[in-house]
């Protein structure tokens, strides 16, 4: 997963101001659109979900990333559950990072760690 969010995630007052791309009123923007009644429905979010049974799953992390934390958390989950989950943050970096593989060597890295990590499946 690159990038999940959870529907109730935050603070997002560390990253949140919008200097690093993405601010916590876009979040919240795009939760109204996305989800204006039920944001935490399990098939909406898989932090709202039985995580048990799911298969291994990696979380892509900018370290300057308003949804940083919310990675962190639904990784913790995932342990907690029971699930074999990978979190590779990338520091230096802010959201949307990996569009940016033609120009900065780090999302250039993680696309490569991301596809070895699947070929490891």
């Known amino acids: 997963m690159i990038r ?32 204006p009644d039920d944001r935490d429905h399990p098939l909406l979010t898989p932090f709202c979900a039985d995580l048990a049974g799911l298969p291994p799953s990696l979380l892509v992390v900018a370290e300057h990333d308003v949804l940083a934390d919310d ?21 230096g970096t802010v959201h949307s ?14 696309l490569n760690d991301t596809a070895r990590w699947i070929q490891d499946r």
């Open 4 to 35: 999940p969010a959870t529907p109730s995630g935050g603070p997002y007052d560390r990253y949140g101001d919008g200097r690093y791309l993405l601010s916590a009123m876009e979040i919240a923007e795009f939760w109204a659109a996305y989800a």
């Open 71 to 91: 990675s962190r958390r639904l990784h913790a989950r995932m342990h907690a559950a029971g699930v074999t989950s990978t979190l590779n943050q990338y520091p």
């Open 97 to 110: 990072f990996l569009e940016a593989a033609a120009v900065a060597p780090v999302a250039e890295q993680a």
